[in-house]
Protein backbone atom coordinates (compact mmCIF):
# COMPACT_ATOMS: atom_id res chain seq x y z
CA UNK A 1 0.00 0.00 0.00
CA UNK A 2 2.79 2.60 0.67
CA UNK A 3 4.43 1.56 -2.62
CA UNK A 4 1.46 2.20 -4.25
CA UNK A 5 0.87 5.71 -2.64
CA UNK A 6 4.87 6.67 -3.36
CA UNK A 7 4.07 5.82 -7.29
CA UNK A 8 0.84 7.86 -7.47
CA UNK A 9 2.39 10.52 -5.80
CA UNK A 10 5.28 10.19 -8.50
CA UNK A 11 2.82 10.23 -11.62
CA UNK A 12 1.53 13.04 -9.97
CA UNK A 13 4.97 15.08 -9.96
CA UNK A 14 5.97 14.97 -13.52
CA UNK A 15 2.74 15.29 -14.85
CA UNK A 16 2.67 18.72 -13.11
CA UNK A 17 6.08 19.51 -14.03
CA UNK A 18 5.05 18.20 -17.95
CA UNK A 19 2.07 20.87 -16.76
CA UNK A 20 4.48 23.41 -16.09
CA UNK A 21 6.96 23.23 -18.74
CA UNK A 22 3.81 23.60 -21.34
CA UNK A 23 2.40 26.77 -19.64
CA UNK A 24 6.05 28.18 -19.94
CA UNK A 25 6.58 27.19 -23.96
CA UNK A 26 2.63 28.66 -24.32
CA UNK A 27 3.20 32.19 -22.73
CA UNK A 28 6.95 32.44 -24.17
CA UNK A 29 5.23 31.89 -27.90
CA UNK A 30 2.45 34.54 -26.89
CA UNK A 31 4.99 37.08 -25.80
CA UNK A 32 6.81 36.79 -29.02
CA UNK A 33 3.35 37.00 -31.27
CA UNK A 34 2.99 40.13 -29.32
CA UNK A 35 5.93 41.71 -30.02
CA UNK A 36 5.39 40.82 -33.74
CA UNK A 37 2.14 42.01 -34.21
CA UNK A 38 1.12 44.95 -31.84
CA UNK A 39 -2.70 45.14 -30.96
CA UNK A 40 -1.96 48.80 -30.83
CA UNK A 41 -3.34 50.60 -33.82
CA UNK A 42 -0.97 53.09 -36.45
CA UNK A 43 -1.21 56.29 -35.52
CA UNK A 44 -1.57 58.32 -38.74
CA UNK A 45 -0.48 62.22 -39.05
CA UNK A 46 -3.54 64.47 -39.00
CA UNK A 47 -2.40 66.57 -41.51
CA UNK A 48 -1.62 63.53 -44.13
CA UNK A 49 -5.61 62.70 -43.34
CA UNK A 50 -6.25 66.21 -44.25
CA UNK A 51 -4.13 66.29 -47.89
CA UNK A 52 -5.83 62.54 -48.26
CA UNK A 53 -9.39 64.23 -48.14
CA UNK A 54 -8.20 66.77 -50.55
CA UNK A 55 -7.39 64.81 -53.48
CA UNK A 56 -9.45 64.05 -56.33
CA UNK A 57 -8.40 60.32 -57.09
CA UNK A 58 -9.92 57.70 -54.83
CA UNK A 59 -7.15 57.58 -51.74
CA UNK A 60 -6.94 55.00 -49.13
CA UNK A 61 -3.79 54.89 -46.36
CA UNK A 62 -3.09 51.27 -45.72
CA UNK A 63 -1.04 49.96 -42.33
CA UNK A 64 1.15 47.59 -42.03
CA UNK A 65 -1.16 44.50 -41.79
CA UNK A 66 -3.31 45.13 -44.46
CA UNK A 67 -5.80 47.58 -42.58
CA UNK A 68 -7.12 50.63 -44.20
CA UNK A 69 -6.19 53.15 -41.85
CA UNK A 70 -8.55 56.35 -43.69
CA UNK A 71 -10.58 56.22 -46.79
CA UNK A 72 -11.77 59.35 -48.67
CA UNK A 73 -15.02 59.50 -49.86
CA UNK A 74 -14.51 58.92 -53.66
CA UNK A 75 -12.78 55.95 -52.26
CA UNK A 76 -15.82 54.37 -50.15
CA UNK A 77 -18.00 55.87 -52.87
CA UNK A 78 -16.37 53.10 -55.40
CA UNK A 79 -16.71 50.71 -53.00
CA UNK A 80 -12.69 50.04 -52.79
CA UNK A 81 -12.47 49.52 -48.99
CA UNK A 82 -15.58 48.78 -46.45
CA UNK A 83 -14.72 49.52 -42.71
CA UNK A 84 -11.17 48.51 -42.27
CA UNK A 85 -11.26 46.24 -45.09
CA UNK A 86 -10.01 46.49 -49.10
CA UNK A 87 -12.71 44.93 -51.43
CA UNK A 88 -10.47 44.48 -54.47
CA UNK A 89 -8.19 41.45 -54.14
CA UNK A 90 -6.10 42.40 -57.20
CA UNK A 91 -5.40 45.68 -55.23
CA UNK A 92 -4.82 44.20 -52.11
CA UNK A 93 -2.27 41.23 -53.71
CA UNK A 94 -0.25 44.38 -55.27
CA UNK A 95 -0.30 46.41 -51.49
CA UNK A 96 1.31 42.93 -50.87
CA UNK A 97 4.00 43.18 -53.14
CA UNK A 98 4.91 46.72 -52.42
CA UNK A 99 5.01 46.50 -49.22
CA UNK A 100 8.13 43.66 -49.55
CA UNK A 101 9.98 45.46 -52.47
CA UNK A 102 9.58 48.98 -51.10
CA UNK A 103 8.87 49.55 -55.16
CA UNK A 104 5.87 51.94 -55.84
CA UNK A 105 3.56 50.02 -58.37
CA UNK A 106 0.96 51.47 -61.31
CA UNK A 107 -1.30 49.18 -62.86
CA UNK A 108 -4.94 49.29 -64.23
CA UNK A 109 -7.55 46.91 -63.01
CA UNK A 110 -11.37 46.22 -63.29
CA UNK A 111 -14.27 46.37 -60.50
CA UNK A 112 -16.96 44.59 -60.68
CA UNK A 113 -19.79 46.32 -59.49
CA UNK A 114 -22.57 43.58 -59.63
CA UNK A 115 -25.48 42.21 -61.54
CA UNK A 116 -27.05 44.69 -64.14
CA UNK A 117 -23.82 47.42 -62.90
CA UNK A 118 -21.42 48.49 -65.40
CA UNK A 119 -17.62 47.19 -64.60
CA UNK A 120 -15.14 50.44 -63.80
CA UNK A 121 -11.89 50.09 -65.18
CA UNK A 122 -9.70 51.69 -62.71
CA UNK A 123 -6.21 53.07 -63.04
CA UNK A 124 -4.00 52.68 -59.70
CA UNK A 125 -0.81 53.89 -57.93
CA UNK A 126 0.62 52.21 -54.93
CA UNK A 127 3.59 53.91 -53.27
CA UNK A 128 5.52 52.80 -49.43
CA UNK A 129 4.60 56.05 -47.21
CA UNK A 130 7.18 54.90 -44.73
CA UNK A 131 6.53 53.51 -41.31
CA UNK A 132 5.06 50.72 -43.28
CA UNK A 133 2.12 52.59 -44.09
CA UNK A 134 1.11 52.93 -47.72
CA UNK A 135 -0.73 55.18 -50.01
CA UNK A 136 -3.21 54.08 -52.54
CA UNK A 137 -4.25 56.50 -55.50
CA UNK A 138 -7.22 55.16 -57.78
CA UNK A 139 -8.71 56.84 -60.95
CA UNK A 140 -11.49 55.53 -62.71
CA UNK A 141 -11.07 55.59 -66.57
CA UNK A 142 -14.54 54.20 -67.36
CA UNK A 143 -16.17 57.85 -68.66
CA UNK A 144 -12.60 57.88 -70.60
CA UNK A 145 -13.05 54.99 -72.08
CA UNK A 146 -16.57 55.24 -72.66
CA UNK A 147 -15.46 58.95 -74.81
CA UNK A 148 -13.45 57.06 -76.70
CA UNK A 149 -15.80 53.84 -77.38
CA UNK A 150 -18.30 56.51 -78.70
CA UNK A 151 -16.23 58.97 -81.00
CA UNK A 152 -14.93 55.56 -82.64
CA UNK A 153 -18.82 54.47 -82.71
CA UNK A 154 -20.10 58.30 -84.10
CA UNK A 155 -16.60 57.85 -86.69
CA UNK A 156 -17.73 54.44 -87.43
CA UNK A 157 -21.61 55.10 -88.39
CA UNK A 158 -20.56 58.74 -90.01
CA UNK A 159 -18.32 56.63 -92.76
CA UNK A 160 -21.44 54.46 -92.86
CA UNK A 161 -24.39 57.13 -93.48
CA UNK A 162 -21.98 59.07 -95.84
CA UNK A 163 -20.91 56.22 -98.46
CA UNK A 164 -25.09 56.01 -98.83
CA UNK A 165 -25.75 58.95 -100.44
CA UNK A 166 -22.47 59.21 -101.71
CA UNK A 167 -22.93 56.19 -103.72
CA UNK A 168 -26.34 56.85 -104.49
CA UNK A 169 -24.83 59.98 -106.27
CA UNK A 170 -22.48 58.68 -108.29
CA UNK A 171 -24.93 55.88 -109.32
CA UNK A 172 -27.58 58.23 -109.95
CA UNK A 173 -24.71 60.67 -112.16
CA UNK A 174 -23.87 57.37 -114.05
CA UNK A 175 -27.79 56.65 -115.01
CA UNK A 176 -27.84 60.23 -116.48
CA UNK A 177 -25.28 60.32 -118.21
CA UNK A 178 -26.75 56.84 -119.90
CA UNK A 179 -30.01 57.86 -120.64
CA UNK A 180 -28.41 60.94 -122.58
CA UNK A 181 -30.64 60.84 -125.31
CA UNK A 182 -33.88 60.10 -123.30
CA UNK A 183 -35.42 63.60 -121.73
CA UNK A 184 -37.69 61.93 -119.73
CA UNK A 185 -35.23 59.05 -118.03
CA UNK A 186 -32.73 62.13 -117.29
CA UNK A 187 -35.29 64.42 -115.52
CA UNK A 188 -36.58 61.92 -113.70
CA UNK A 189 -33.04 60.69 -112.74
CA UNK A 190 -32.04 64.09 -112.36
CA UNK A 191 -34.70 64.90 -109.87
CA UNK A 192 -33.40 61.61 -107.39
CA UNK A 193 -30.14 62.92 -107.81
CA UNK A 194 -31.53 66.26 -106.36
CA UNK A 195 -32.94 64.35 -103.60
CA UNK A 196 -29.79 62.37 -102.77
CA UNK A 197 -27.59 65.86 -102.60
CA UNK A 198 -30.46 67.48 -100.16
CA UNK A 199 -29.99 64.66 -97.78
CA UNK A 200 -26.36 64.68 -98.03
CA UNK A 201 -26.42 68.31 -97.54
CA UNK A 202 -28.57 67.43 -94.35
CA UNK A 203 -26.24 64.86 -93.06
CA UNK A 204 -23.01 67.13 -93.60
CA UNK A 205 -25.03 69.51 -91.54
CA UNK A 206 -26.02 68.02 -89.31
CA UNK A 207 -23.00 66.49 -88.45
CA UNK A 208 -21.34 69.62 -88.21
CA UNK A 209 -23.67 70.95 -85.68
CA UNK A 210 -23.37 67.88 -83.33
CA UNK A 211 -19.76 68.38 -83.73
CA UNK A 212 -20.11 72.02 -82.82
CA UNK A 213 -22.02 70.89 -79.80
CA UNK A 214 -19.47 68.76 -78.19
CA UNK A 215 -16.87 71.36 -78.42
CA UNK A 216 -18.44 74.41 -77.89
CA UNK A 217 -20.24 76.10 -75.40
CA UNK A 218 -23.29 77.86 -76.56
CA UNK A 219 -23.90 79.67 -73.06
CA UNK A 220 -21.36 81.93 -74.03
CA UNK A 221 -23.21 83.60 -76.90
CA UNK A 222 -26.79 82.89 -74.89
CA UNK A 223 -29.04 85.95 -74.15
CA UNK A 224 -32.96 86.20 -73.28
CA UNK A 225 -34.91 85.37 -76.09
CA UNK A 226 -38.66 85.59 -75.84
CA UNK A 227 -39.95 82.12 -76.37
CA UNK A 228 -43.05 83.12 -78.89
CA UNK A 229 -40.34 84.11 -80.88
CA UNK A 230 -38.68 80.70 -80.60
CA UNK A 231 -41.80 78.89 -81.72
CA UNK A 232 -42.84 81.39 -84.24
CA UNK A 233 -39.03 80.64 -85.78
CA UNK A 234 -39.11 77.03 -85.33
CA UNK A 235 -42.69 76.91 -86.70
CA UNK A 236 -41.82 78.73 -90.14
CA UNK A 237 -39.29 75.89 -90.50
CA UNK A 238 -41.15 73.14 -90.48
CA UNK A 239 -44.20 75.37 -92.03
CA UNK A 240 -43.15 73.57 -96.23
CA UNK A 241 -42.85 70.09 -94.76
CA UNK A 242 -46.23 70.53 -92.68
CA UNK A 243 -48.05 71.68 -96.15
CA UNK A 244 -46.49 69.02 -98.13
CA UNK A 245 -47.55 66.43 -95.65
CA UNK A 246 -50.71 68.01 -95.42
CA UNK A 247 -50.38 68.31 -91.20
CA UNK A 248 -52.20 70.58 -89.16
CA UNK A 249 -49.82 72.12 -86.51
CA UNK A 250 -51.90 73.23 -83.25
CA UNK A 251 -50.19 75.72 -81.26
CA UNK A 252 -51.42 76.64 -77.46
CA UNK A 253 -50.12 77.45 -74.11
CA UNK A 254 -47.88 80.36 -72.05
CA UNK A 255 -45.88 81.99 -74.20
CA UNK A 256 -45.01 85.36 -72.03
CA UNK A 257 -41.23 84.06 -70.86
CA UNK A 258 -37.80 85.11 -71.02
CA UNK A 259 -35.66 81.59 -72.25
CA UNK A 260 -31.88 82.83 -71.92
CA UNK A 261 -30.48 80.57 -75.13
CA UNK A 262 -28.43 80.35 -78.14
CA UNK A 263 -30.99 81.43 -80.39
CA UNK A 264 -30.23 79.44 -83.48
CA UNK A 265 -29.64 76.23 -81.40
CA UNK A 266 -32.59 76.36 -79.42
CA UNK A 267 -34.74 76.63 -82.77
CA UNK A 268 -32.87 74.02 -84.13
CA UNK A 269 -33.96 72.30 -81.21
CA UNK A 270 -37.59 72.56 -81.55
CA UNK A 271 -38.10 72.91 -84.96
CA UNK A 272 -36.53 69.06 -84.78
CA UNK A 273 -39.11 67.86 -82.74
CA UNK A 274 -41.85 69.16 -84.91
CA UNK A 275 -39.63 67.97 -87.96
CA UNK A 276 -39.93 64.18 -85.98
CA UNK A 277 -43.74 64.66 -85.38
CA UNK A 278 -44.84 65.37 -88.91
CA UNK A 279 -42.37 63.11 -90.41
CA UNK A 280 -43.56 59.85 -87.95
CA UNK A 281 -47.56 61.38 -88.37
CA UNK A 282 -49.69 59.91 -90.85
CA UNK A 283 -51.19 62.82 -93.99
CA UNK A 284 -53.70 64.79 -92.89
CA UNK A 285 -53.04 64.19 -88.93
CA UNK A 286 -52.63 66.74 -86.33
CA UNK A 287 -49.62 67.76 -83.98
CA UNK A 288 -49.87 69.39 -81.20
CA UNK A 289 -46.99 72.28 -79.28
CA UNK A 290 -48.20 73.11 -76.03
CA UNK A 291 -46.22 75.35 -73.68
CA UNK A 292 -46.58 74.80 -69.90
CA UNK A 293 -45.04 76.97 -67.06
CA UNK A 294 -43.98 74.80 -64.09
CA UNK A 295 -42.58 75.40 -60.99
CA UNK A 296 -39.62 73.35 -58.94
CA UNK A 297 -38.76 74.65 -55.60
CA UNK A 298 -39.49 78.34 -56.75
CA UNK A 299 -37.50 77.60 -60.05
CA UNK A 300 -39.60 78.40 -62.93
CA UNK A 301 -39.12 76.12 -66.56
CA UNK A 302 -40.98 76.26 -69.41
CA UNK A 303 -42.20 72.79 -70.88
CA UNK A 304 -42.30 72.44 -74.77
CA UNK A 305 -44.26 69.32 -75.83
CA UNK A 306 -44.52 68.43 -79.01
CA UNK A 307 -47.39 65.49 -79.69
CA UNK A 308 -48.19 62.97 -82.64
CA UNK A 309 -50.61 60.79 -83.11
CA UNK A 310 -48.79 58.85 -85.44
CA UNK A 311 -46.78 55.12 -85.60
CA UNK A 312 -45.82 55.34 -81.59
CA UNK A 313 -42.42 53.98 -80.42
CA UNK A 314 -41.84 50.95 -78.82
CA UNK A 315 -40.51 50.75 -74.89
CA UNK A 316 -36.63 48.62 -76.21
CA UNK A 317 -36.82 51.76 -78.94
CA UNK A 318 -37.41 54.55 -76.44
CA UNK A 319 -34.19 53.34 -74.77
CA UNK A 320 -32.36 54.29 -77.43
CA UNK A 321 -34.42 57.01 -79.60
CA UNK A 322 -31.60 60.12 -79.00
CA UNK A 323 -28.75 57.98 -79.83
CA UNK A 324 -26.68 59.12 -82.83
CA UNK A 325 -27.60 58.03 -86.59
CA UNK A 326 -30.87 55.53 -85.02
CA UNK A 327 -34.17 55.49 -86.46
CA UNK A 328 -37.46 53.84 -85.11
CA UNK A 329 -38.42 53.24 -89.08
CA UNK A 330 -35.37 53.88 -91.25
CA UNK A 331 -37.63 53.25 -94.42
CA UNK A 332 -39.96 56.32 -93.32
CA UNK A 333 -36.59 57.85 -92.23
CA UNK A 334 -34.84 57.85 -95.32
CA UNK A 335 -38.09 58.34 -97.60
CA UNK A 336 -37.97 62.01 -95.96
CA UNK A 337 -34.60 62.51 -95.85
CA UNK A 338 -34.13 61.80 -91.98
CA UNK A 339 -30.24 61.09 -91.25
CA UNK A 340 -30.52 60.03 -87.86
CA UNK A 341 -29.09 62.54 -85.98
CA UNK A 342 -31.86 64.92 -84.54
CA UNK A 343 -33.23 63.86 -81.93
CA UNK A 344 -29.23 63.64 -80.67
CA UNK A 345 -28.97 67.08 -81.32
CA UNK A 346 -31.57 67.78 -79.28
CA UNK A 347 -30.78 66.12 -76.37
CA UNK A 348 -27.16 67.69 -76.47
CA UNK A 349 -28.83 71.11 -77.13
CA UNK A 350 -31.01 70.62 -73.48
CA UNK A 351 -28.12 69.36 -71.77
CA UNK A 352 -25.68 72.37 -72.18
CA UNK A 353 -28.69 74.73 -71.78
CA UNK A 354 -29.45 73.27 -68.36
CA UNK A 355 -32.25 71.39 -69.63
CA UNK A 356 -33.40 67.75 -70.57
CA UNK A 357 -35.96 65.78 -73.15
CA UNK A 358 -38.28 63.26 -72.37
CA UNK A 359 -40.52 61.05 -74.82
CA UNK A 360 -43.80 59.53 -73.94
CA UNK A 361 -45.40 57.05 -76.51
CA UNK A 362 -47.32 54.15 -77.33
CA UNK A 363 -47.35 51.72 -80.31
CA UNK A 364 -50.58 52.89 -82.32
CA UNK A 365 -51.41 56.16 -80.17
CA UNK A 366 -48.98 58.98 -80.84
CA UNK A 367 -45.38 60.24 -79.18
CA UNK A 368 -45.06 63.34 -77.18
CA UNK A 369 -41.78 64.84 -76.78
CA UNK A 370 -41.09 67.45 -73.94
CA UNK A 371 -38.46 69.69 -73.95
CA UNK A 372 -37.56 71.05 -70.72
CA UNK A 373 -35.55 74.45 -70.06
CA UNK A 374 -35.09 77.29 -66.70
CA UNK A 375 -36.61 80.39 -67.59
CA UNK A 376 -34.94 83.40 -67.72
CA UNK A 377 -37.38 85.88 -66.25
CA UNK A 378 -41.05 87.41 -67.31
CA UNK A 379 -42.06 89.80 -69.75
CA UNK A 380 -44.61 91.34 -69.46
CA UNK A 381 -47.42 89.18 -69.58
CA UNK A 382 -49.66 88.90 -72.67
CA UNK A 383 -52.61 86.38 -72.21
CA UNK A 384 -52.35 83.84 -75.70
CA UNK A 385 -56.10 84.04 -76.69
CA UNK A 386 -57.06 79.86 -77.40
CA UNK A 387 -55.06 78.12 -79.77
CA UNK A 388 -53.22 79.35 -83.11
CA UNK A 389 -53.96 76.98 -85.90
CA UNK A 390 -51.47 76.69 -88.79
CA UNK A 391 -53.47 74.77 -91.50
CA UNK A 392 -51.54 73.79 -94.65
CA UNK A 393 -54.75 73.73 -96.94
CA UNK A 394 -55.60 77.48 -95.62
CA UNK A 395 -51.76 78.95 -96.64
CA UNK A 396 -51.34 77.14 -99.57
Known amino acids: MFLGALCGLGVGLVLGVGVMLLWNRSEKRYNEVQQISPTEPTLVDPQVIEVVNLLRSAALL ?30 LERIREVRRSGEPAVFDTTLSRGVGAPTLHLNVRIGPMGDDTELVLVDDRTPLLRVDETRRDFVANVSHELKTPIGAVSLLAEAVEEAADDPDEVRRFAGRLSQESARLSELVSQIIDLSRLQSDDPMLRAEPVPLKELLDEALARTQELSQARQINLVRAGEEDRLVLCDRDQMVDAIANLMTNAIVYSDTGAR ?24 IGISPENQQRIFERFYRVDYGRSRENGGTGLGLSIVKHIAAVHGGSVNVWSKLGQGSTFTLRLPVEGSQDRVPVAGASRIDSERQS
Open 62 to 91: IGPHDEVLHSNPQARSLGLCRGQRVMVPSV
Open 287 to 310: VVVTTTIRDDAGDEFVEISVADNG
